[in-house]
């Protein structure tokens, strides 16, 4: 696209669209979101719809990928603060249907957390859409470098190169959480659609190696060409290095 505005439009009214159509079965739509600066105009646009066309989360549940460790929801810095700033407080989803990792889940009951985290989107149904970002380590949800394949929802060592670009947002890396709790790999690859983001100059040459090299842990959005229903949706920047 030659817009991210445009292009994040096109995103939501696909969004719209798998919402409506399960509206009209009687359905439940799982909705795997994302948060960070790619996503925001998605986001914007949902509102828009909701407010100006009447578009109705009534039967929407999310699950969002990651929430820094620890992290309090009150805080500013959450995403969960950041979810109900650019989506949740503008919309009628249901409160309970809202899934997003509890950043103060005690160490003791980590993996447990974790495990029921996965199964709860299992038996919600699955996730039928699944919007992602990309950092510049190739990280999908916290999935950083060395993930494996088949990783679940797990707490994860944040990657320098990841709280370097998250340091302005905290006023300095030294505020910036080491850990997170993610979804894992292998829970992202079970979604029936997934739909990457990335906006310009500096994702180009992570999201050049994410499509055209060698699958590799190391570069863990990679694994994304092994699904076979993922669309990278890209600016014209982000997608100068690509053959
Ligand atoms: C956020 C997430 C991350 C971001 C990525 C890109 O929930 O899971 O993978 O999508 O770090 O962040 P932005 O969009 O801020 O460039």
Redesign the pocket.
């Known amino acids: 696209f030659n817009d991210s505005k445009v292009a994040s439009i096109v995103i939501a009214e696909e969004i719209a669209s798998l919402i409506q159509a399960k509206a009209e079965k009687n359905e439940m739509c799982v909705l795997g ?7 925001i105009k998605v986001y914007e646009e949902l509102v828009r719809m909701h407010k100006e066309e009447g578009l109705s989360f009534s039967n929407v549940i999310t699950f ?3 929430e820094y460790f620890p992290m309090e929801k009150e805080n500013i810095q959450s ?1 969960y603060y950041f979810m109900h700033q650019h989506l949740f407080d503008h919309v009628d989803i249901d409160p309970k249907h809202i899934n997003i990792p509890n950043g103060m889940v005690a160490s003791k009951d980590l993996n447990a957390y974790c495990q029921a985290y996965d199964d709860k989107i299992l038996s919600s149904g699955g996730l039928d859409f699944q919007l ?4 510049r380590t190739g ?4 999935n950083e470098p060395g993930s494996h394949i088949n990783s679940g929802t797990r707490s994860i060592t944040l990657d320098h190169i ?1 709280r370097v ?1 998250a340091g302005p947002a905290f006023q300095g890396i030294e505020n910036v959480p080491r850990k997170a709790i ?1 979804m894992g790999i292998g829970t992202i690859k079970k979604a029936k659609r997934i739909v990457l ?3 310009g100059q500096n ?1 180009a040459e992570i999201v050049k190696k994410a499509i055209e090299g060698d699958i590799l842990s190391h570069i863990p959005a990679t694994y994304l060409q092994e699904h076979s229903n993922t669309t990278f949706v890209l600016d014209n920047e982000a997608a100068t290095n690509l053959i």
Request: aromatic residues 12%; proline residues 4%; without cysteine.
């Open positions: 979101l994302a948060t960070g600066s790619s996503p969002n990928l990651d995403y992602l970002g990309i950092g990280h999908i949800g916290f990841t670009d993610t983001l990335a906006w994702k």
